[in-house]
């Protein structure tokens, strides 16, 4: 009893640390579009070829900006620290029974493929789908070991969340024209299943 308790905890803890997770890399997405908007990155100079304070961009605002990026940054590497310590604690206490399981399907590494084959077609709100900042119409490239080289249907799916609760998958997503990293944690949530999403494999004529 005394173990399932610190097991729950250790689980509430690691969820509040990824929706602080969530909120920074949110307002380091904020951040950055706001140097878009100047059309500078991290690095283009604030100065012209004169050596004065460029006319073209707001230099406070940018150069302010850059700080509380760089700030976030840190705070957000210190924070994925924090989530994996948590992660390996959840793992110790809930035990390694799923690890077998697991090495079944990541032992034999297939040819990395970019090619996209599924897309996801629903994501329920507050779900752990939400939570990793999957959305509607992603086009899923690698679904933790799962790519298209190796997919044979979404019973392959199915069986790799059911065999990594609690444990991050990582996930490649096409949006649009960028290809995005994510990180998804299988859990129970106040909805059905442990994702809170939906995929269908993805017909050719899409790709």
């Given at each position: 009893m005394v173990?399932?308790?610190?097991?729950?905890?250790?689980?509430?803890?690691?969820?509040?640390?990824?929706?602080?997770?969530?909120?920074?890399?949110?307002?380091?997405?904020?951040?950055k579009e706001i140097l878009d908007c100047n059309h500078v990155g991290m690095d283009d100079p604030l100065v012209d070829s004169e050596g004065y304070p460029r006319q073209d961009i707001d230099v406070y605002q940018v150069r302010h900006t850059r700080h509380r990026i760089i700030c976030l940054t840190n705070d957000h590497k210190a924070l994925m620290k924090k989530i994996e310590e948590g992660l390996h604690k959840v793992h110790s206490l809930s035990g390694n029974q799923v690890q077998e399981a697991i090495a079944t399907t990541s032992d034999i590494q297939e040819p990395v493929s970019s090619e996209p084959?599924?897309?996801?077609?629903?994501?329920?709100?507050?779900?752990?789908?939400?939570?990793?900042g999957i959305q509607v119409d992603d086009l899923i490239i690698e679904f933790g070991s799962i790519n298209y080289g190796n997919f044979k249907s979404l019973k392959d799916i199915a069986t790799l969340v059911e065999h990594s609760r609690y444990k991050p998958l990582d996930i490649k997503l096409k949006r649009g024209s960028?290809?995005?990293?994510?990180?998804?944690?299988?859990?129970?949530?106040?909805?059905?299943?442990?994702?809170?999403?939906?995929?269908?494999?993805?017909?050719?004529?899409?790709r």
């Amino acid at each position: 009893m005394v173990v399932d308790m610190e097991l729950q905890e250790a689980k509430d803890t690691v969820l509040r640390l990824i929706k602080d997770k969530d909120k920074l890399e949110s307002d380091i997405r904020a951040l950055k579009e706001i140097l878009d908007c100047n059309h500078v990155g991290m690095d283009d100079p604030l100065v012209d070829s004169e050596g004065y304070p460029r006319q073209d961009i707001d230099v406070y605002q940018v150069r302010h900006t850059r700080h509380r990026i760089i700030c976030l940054t840190n705070d957000h590497k210190a924070l994925m620290k924090k989530i994996e310590e948590g992660l390996h604690k959840v793992h110790s206490l809930s035990g390694n029974q799923v690890q077998e399981a697991i090495a079944t399907t990541s032992d034999i590494q297939e040819p990395v493929s970019s090619e996209p084959f599924l897309r996801v077609n629903l994501v329920s709100p507050s779900s752990p789908a939400e939570v990793a900042g999957i959305q509607v119409d992603d086009l899923i490239i690698e679904f933790g070991s799962i790519n298209y080289g190796n997919f044979k249907s979404l019973k392959d799916i199915a069986t790799l969340v059911e065999h990594s609760r609690y444990k991050p998958l990582d996930i490649k997503l096409k949006r649009g024209s960028n290809i995005l990293a994510l990180t998804l944690i299988p859990r129970p949530w106040d909805g059905k299943g442990l994702l809170g999403c939906n995929v269908i494999p993805l017909e050719v004529v899409e790709r």
